[in-house]
């Protein structure tokens, strides 16, 4: 007797499986031939990087105790690469509302949770990959050009490196947080049915919390940024005076994780409730 025919749901889980691999091979190569999919993964890049590069070559830091955080100095490219994460992940669910080939999809494989989680597999597998090298490029460009900008042993600061632990912990929380943006914007896709108002809503999200977070004092300004998933996502960057920060740098990351849970689970039961 095999192994599958002793347990009742085996079989059912095979079958399972082999549909999600079907999904994703279907939504990985709807993905790959887009030929707007390499150029926004290669904007990721550039523009992080390029971003970074700007700020750390403005940056001073001229005496002990500046208070200066290098590490977000390095990485404040991805505030800027984050929208282009959004429009791909938008991109990549939105153009098939657009052009009506949703229903092609959904026709061909009508397990309709199934095709969402396919396409957020598909999505964030190159997401990962450019955020990676993005915040990689970043850092290294910190490392060359902060140094000569006063960040240096004699004023506190020690060259960044990722065997340094909370460095690595931005760097990786960093990498993590364009990978949440990408569902975030996946789910809200499924939610809004148009591509454009779902890049909208994104935006939104994101930029509109600090906005209005600098107009009101505290205890409102602390909890907007609390809340936010932009302001609380990019507290896993900071590595100085975290006693001070709004929130904690994983709990931060944790707040953009719900935000783009509940969006995908939002997009999700649409998708199933509603028609294509």
């Known amino acids: 007797m095999s192994a599958a025919?002793?347990?009742?749901?085996?079989?059912?889980?095979?079958?399972?499986?082999?549909?999600?691999?079907?999904?994703?091979?279907?939504?990985?190569?709807?993905?790959?031939?887009?030929?707007?999919?390499?150029?926004?993964?290669?904007?990721?890049?550039?523009?992080?990087?390029?971003?970074?590069?700007?700020?750390?070559?403005?940056?001073?830091?001229?005496?002990?105790?500046?208070?200066?955080?290098?590490?977000k100095i390095s990485l404040i490219g991805v505030e800027l690469g984050q929208a282009i994460v959004a429009v791909l992940a938008v991109m990549?669910?939105?153009?098939?509302?657009?052009?009506?080939?949703?229903?092609?999809?959904?026709?061909?494989?009508?397990?309709?949770?199934?095709?969402?989680?396919?396409?957020?597999?598909?999505?964030?597998?190159?997401?990962?990959?450019?955020?990676?090298?993005a915040v990689l490029g970043s850092l290294l460009v910190g490392?060359?050009?902060?140094?000569?900008?006063?960040?240096?042993?004699?004023?506190?600061?020690?060259?960044?490196?990722?065997?340094?632990?909370p460095i690595l912990r931005a760097a990786l929380g960093s990498v993590l947080y364009l990978g949440l943006i990408a569902l975030l914007s996946l789910g809200a896709t499924a939610v809004m049915r148009d591509g454009a108002a779902a890049i909208g809503v994104v935006l939104g999200l994101l930029y509109l919390f600090p906005i209005v977070a600098g107009f009101v004092t505290d205890p409102w300004h602390r909890h907007l940024e609390q809340i936010g998933p932009m302001t609380a996502g990019m507290a896993v960057q900071a590595t100085l005076d975290l006693d001070g920060q709004p929130i904690g740098p994983w709990a931060g990351l944790g707040v953009l994780a719900a935000w783009a849970a509940a969006a995908l689970l939002s997009g999700g039961l649409l998708l199933r409730l509603r028609d294509a």
């Open 5 to 71: 025919s002793e347990v009742p749901w085996a079989p059912g889980l095979e079958k399972t499986w082999a549909t999600f691999r079907d999904a994703l091979h279907a939504e990985w190569t709807k993905l790959r031939t887009v030929a707007g999919t390499a150029w926004l993964l290669v904007a990721t890049v550039v523009l992080t990087v390029a971003v970074s590069a700007a700020a750390a070559a403005t940056s001073t830091c001229a005496s002990v105790g500046c208070g200066v955080d290098q590490a």
């Open 92 to 133: 990549a669910f939105g153009s098939e509302y657009s052009t009506g080939m949703v229903r092609v999809t959904l026709a061909a494989i009508p397990q309709r949770g199934t095709v969402l989680a396919a396409k957020a597999v598909a999505v964030c597998g190159p997401v990962l990959v450019a955020a990676t090298v």
């Open 143 to 165: 490392r060359l050009l902060l140094p000569g900008r006063g960040f240096t042993a004699a004023h506190g600061y020690g060259a960044l490196s990722l065997s340094d632990g």
